[in-house]
């Protein structure tokens, strides 16, 4: 476990310098690309000196690494405020988005993945086999305004964007959470349908358990294992999705920020998101991995 | 012509669309201000755009340019990343060690995230977005690749190339590269349909192709705009992109199945 941990120093530092390198892949002078033509000279001085361009590469890269560690991302060239502020400002809905979509797509993926494993090759199967490759064929810039279209504006039962209302993250967490259960349900078909066929089961069955005992309670647990796994994997592209997701519902999240930052070409702030994100991406993963040694028995006994 | 096969005709379809768009345009930036949101008649199969554009030469200038960027994106990163597998999984060590701690760190970054931000600091344009998704897309291949060297390494018909004095290039080409030809196959099918997603993604955010020319990704954006009052223009967009997705997994999954890949 202590090697596991060691082991994300060496990929942090490595998403650290990528990050920190963005900003030198600007093409031409990155200070005259962010503020325009119609900055002052005295301005551009400012920036250039606050963002240590007039130093070499490898003190720029030690003062990011200094400030990062006192928890110091910079200023926003376009706000003024600090990025730190910015990022706390907007992070608790991007959670809130991504944990209302991780809900809807284990309650929609697990049961029917389940229903398709006990079914296999009858019509439930493959009804559910359909309906999720063409919810992963549909990216999300297509699944929002598809959902949008329908439930706000023509059956108005749900607001078409922003968050004002308790009902405005309905529509983006749908969006957001409909890849991933498309994804849960065939990881779920698969992981049953191996376990199935196990002698437990089988014994199970023979003892004269009930099927939803034999079911629930003897396979869905030996099968969970490679489901979280899959997960804490996709989490990442929830977060990913965020990005186009909250911009087609004007939701107030990190993911949004992005955007807005690349449009303002306000860079420091484009990279702090970047880094944000790929750093809560490598954590949840690592809690994962922990989660995984901690309830399958196995793997603690292999080591 | 078997119905069965639709995901190839589908292939086809976007494969001829491109071609014929590079051959002739059709005007597909011509601007008819008396026809704007037009709904699809006999002279304009599917409609017209919010600027009085018909929208079926757009659709097809818009196959071209995802057909561009997914075959050059797939040959760059497919090498590239093949090589570096190769090399990686064949002499172990350092250079594996180190190699493996590259695609870690690409690895955490999730999704498109990366592709985002390296097309967002290159600026916007064509070339940008190839580079950006060449840049982010090669760790799958090289992943694949090592570990499949790695269970190969050690075969026989391998040690005894070695032992009869086969040079390293052809021992990798020759008696390593065909055994892991289908597992890079599937992978390659399915990094396709991720990459047509990645490209629509990028447009769609404006980072892509300019205005006034088409992609997907602007089209649909565009067609969200006035999705209530003209649904035909993102309904066309939105269709195609998904059948074309949907036609590359499905093929992916047949693949899979029938070169007994796991995974």
């Known amino acids: 476990m202590i090697k596991r941990l060691l082991g994300i120093i060496p990929v942090v530092f490595g998403v650290i310098s990528l990050t920190f390198f963005l900003i030198h892949a600007v093409p031409g002078d990155p200070v005259e690309v962010m503020l325009g033509e119609s900055a002052s000279n005295a301005d551009r001085m400012e920036i250039r000196a606050e963002l240590g361009l007039d130093q070499s590469i490898y003190v720029q890269f030690g003062v990011y690494l200094n400030k990062l560690v006192h928890g110091d991302l910079g200023v926003s060239i376009h706000s003024r405020k600090p990025i730190m502020d910015m ?217 | 012509m078997r119905i069965k096969n639709w995901p190839v005709w589908i292939l086809g379809l976007w494969f001829v669309a491109g071609l014929v768009s590079s051959l002739n345009d059709f005007n597909s930036n011509q601007i008819h201000l008396d026809l704007i949101l037009e709904k699809p008649s006999f002279q304009y199969l599917l409609g017209l755009d919010d600027l009085g554009r018909d929208i079926l030469p757009r659709l097809m200038a818009g196959a071209r340019v995802s057909f561009l960027v997914i075959f050059l994106v797939t040959t760059v990163t497919a090498s590239m990343g093949i090589i570096l597998g190769l090399v990686s999984g064949y002499y172990g060590g350092w250079i594996d060690r180190t190699l493996m701690q590259i695609t870690d760190i690409f690895l955490a970054f999730p999704g498109i995230l990366l592709a985002i931000a390296f097309a967002a600091v290159l600026g916007a344009g064509l070339s940008n977005l190839i580079l950006a998704l060449c840049i982010t897309s090669w760790v799958g291949y090289a992943r694949l690749t090592r570990g499949q060297v790695l269970s190969l390494r050690q075969r026989q018909h391998v040690v005894a190339a070695q032992s009869l004095g086969a040079s390293t290039p052809r021992i990798m080409l020759k008696h390593i590269l065909p055994l892991i030809a289908a597992p890079l196959l599937v992978e390659a099918t399915y990094s396709m349909a991720a990459l047509v997603i990645a490209e629509a993604s990028l447009s769609f955010l404006g980072l892509g192709i300019q205005a006034p020319n088409a992609s997907w990704g602007a089209m649909l954006r565009d067609g969200v705009r006035y999705m209530l009052i003209a649904p035909h223009y993102v309904l066309v967009v939105g269709l195609s992109l998904m059948s074309l997705v949907l036609a590359v997994n499905v093929l992916g999954d047949r693949l899979r199945d029938q070169l007994d890949v796991r995974g």
């Open chain 1, 87 to 303: 990022l706390e400002e907007r992070l608790p809905a991007t959670f809130k988005l991504a944990a209302l979509a991780l809900l809807f797509a284990i309650l929609c993926g697990l049961p029917l993945g389940i229903i398709a494993a006990i079914n296999a090759k009858k019509w439930p199967d493959q009804l559910a086999n359909l309906l999720s490759l063409t919810v992963s064929a549909m990216p999300h810039f297509w699944m929002g305004p598809m959902l949008m279209m329908v439930f706000a504006l023509w059956l108005g039962i749900l607001p078409v964007s922003g968050m004002e209302n308790a009902t405005s993250i309905i529509l983006p967490a749908l969006t957001l959470g409909f890849g991933l259960a498309a994804i849960l349900t065939r990881m779920t078909r698969a992981s049953m349908l191996e376990v199935l066929n196990e002698d437990y089961i089988r014994t199970a069955y023979a003892k004269g358990l009930p099927e939803h005992t034999v079911i629930l309670r003897h396979a869905l647990r030996a099968a969970l294992m490679p489901i979280i796994t899959v997960l804490g994997l996709q989490l990442g592209s929830l977060l990913a999705g965020a990005v186009i997701t909250e911009t087609i519902f004007s939701w107030d999240g990190i993911g949004w920020l992005l955007v807005e930052s690349i449009e303002k070409r306000d860079y420091l702030v484009t990279q702090a998101c970047v880094l944000v994100v790929a750093l809560v991406y490598v954590i949840v993963n690592l809690f994962t991995d922990l989660i995984y040694t901690k309830i399958d028995p196995r793997v603690r006994f292999l080591k």
